[in-house]
């Protein structure tokens, strides 16, 4: 056997999992035949994988969906592989030194150690965060879940609601509090008969859900009418401060200040890269990705961008996973051409890389209360099956199957 050689992931989400889960079956097996010996580093901010998809429900109330259930412990989905093989880290990449090919990790359970990792190969999948804990990872899961809680108790006495942001989870979360606060409209009303909250949907654009299109748009409008919510369109929210009593009062683009007892920012996404040089990212902080073969070629050779922090990713676990067998491929061959090389190292494959073809399709399944708009590749799904598909449970299903490695 040769010196051990270090394969290093950075982020333990559904980009991450899927890459080192498709490595320990399917690449260091034939490694290790070839007489490689090569040792896998799962690093993440966070012990517990978090099931983003749910928190619009769970963020409105644990009967709902209770926040348990969207966690689960990253190092028992590698349990069923050889010890010796791998190291799940719980810890944030703090810098990358990447001409010494290192990166560097504050660990999480003592705040002052830090340890410097050489890594043969690097996989980045960082991912990115939302303005609230509650529906992204800010760190460890304990936060995310105390601010899920948090949000719990002041839905549970809650007469006013504002949520702000037109996209999938902005709409998400206005139709779990609509629906959880208000019911739901009967037969040929439009509106629910007694609501006992006022749930309002703030974008600043001029239409609902940008990945769909304008006629299934005001439909997810009219379904959240229907849940007592209102819509208001072109303004959006320019700061936000928390009054003494605990509620916010959000300062709009059209001068006015509304006032109520919960409020979400369910917009701006911001990547999770700040361990990386600016040269490698683009203006956002996103890294800079060959969008093809999915290597960030200016960082040197052997290092792959996975899932939403890639500036070539279109966010979603639908086109997280149609990249991972084109990294997978890529780095399986990379790594056994270096294997068979004569000069064991940074040599090209002979074989072509596989090559990433983005589908642009208009696709997405967006559940309101009990109804849901959606489309997969641009033919549109009717309102009972976004709830059998998604709306029933949130996909919860997937959280095991996601830190298994069931998903790849
Ligand atoms: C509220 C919400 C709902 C969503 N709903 C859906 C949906 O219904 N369907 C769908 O397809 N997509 C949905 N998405 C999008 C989907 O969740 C993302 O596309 C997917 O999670 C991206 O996976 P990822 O692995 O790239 O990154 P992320 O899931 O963002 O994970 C990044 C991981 O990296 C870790 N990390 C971050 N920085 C560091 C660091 N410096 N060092 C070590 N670790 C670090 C984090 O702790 C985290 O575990 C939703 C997103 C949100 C926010």
Redesign the pocket.
Known sequence: MSETQNFII???????LGVAHSFLKHIEPELRKLGKKYHLYI????SH??W??G??RSVVSAALLPAEKLFAPIADGFKSYDSSLYTVIH????SWDVGGRTVTVELANDQNTQTTLPYYALVL??????PSPA???HGDHTITKAAIEDLNKKFASAVSVIVSGGG??GVEVAGEAGHFLNGSAGWFSSRPSNPKAKVTLVTNRDKLLPVLSKPRALTAEIYLNQVGVDVVYNVSVVSSTTDADGKTTVHLSNGEQWTADVYIPAWGITP?S??APADLKNDQGYIKTNHATLRAEAAGPRVYV????GDYSR????N?YATIPVIVANIKRDLLEAATSSDGSDSQPNEPDRLFTPNNSETQ?VPIGPRGVGAVNGWGLPSFLIWLV?GRDYMIRNVSATVNGNMV
Do not use: E, M, Q, W
């Not at 690093?43 to 966070?46: A, E, T």
């Open positions: 950075l982020g333990g989400s559904g980009a991450g690093i993440d901010s966070s994988f978090f983003n998809t928190s619009p810890g944030t990449a703090v999948a960082t991912g990115t965060r939302t529906t992204s990872l999938p989870t999770n700040s361990y996975a899932g939403d922090v966010g979603g676990f639908h997280l399944a998604k």
